[in-house]
Nanobody, 120 residues
Framework: QVTPMESGGGLVQPGGSLKLSCAASGSRFSINAMAWYRQAPGKQRELVAS???????YYADSVKGRFTVSRDNAKSMVYLQMNSLKPEDTATYYCNINAWGPSFPSTNFWGQGTQVTVSS
């Protein structure tokens, strides 16, 4: 099994930047896609950005040009650089890792989430 652990959330002023990190831990696994989701109070969880193991990235329209997703395969980590933050980016951000191993099929694993608050 795989356990994703997010870090890097916090309070930032509008226009500011934050970088989220997610580390995947476990034994004997291989990672396919890695992604970031977010969920604001009263709203559904939504996909923010994803990246394949080949490095192809996808972004939600609401974050294009402001957020950048990247990954370090050697460290089993995924990052989300968030620039020009807006109050509407306020949400709990979740790391999602699709992985497989000798004891389990391709499975989506979720982190516990990290809070991002954009406010003056």
């Amino acid at each position: 099994q795989v356990t994703p652990m997010e870090s890097g959330g916090g309070l930032v002023q509008p226009g500011g930047s934050l970088k989220l990190s997610c580390a995947a831990s476990g034994s004997r696994f291989s990672i396919n896609a890695m992604a970031w989701y977010r969920q604001a109070p009263g709203k559904q969880r939504e996909l923010v950005a994803s990246i394949t193991n080949g490095g192809s990235a996808y972004y939600a329209d609401s974050v294009k040009g402001r957020f950048t997703v990247s990954r370090d395969n050697a460290k089993s980590m995924v990052y989300l650089q968030m620039n020009s933050l807006k109050p509407e980016d306020t949400a709990t951000y979740y790391c999602n890792i699709n992985a497989w191993g000798p004891s389990f099929p391709s499975t989506n694993f979720w982190g516990q989430g990290t809070q991002v608050t954009v406010s003056s």
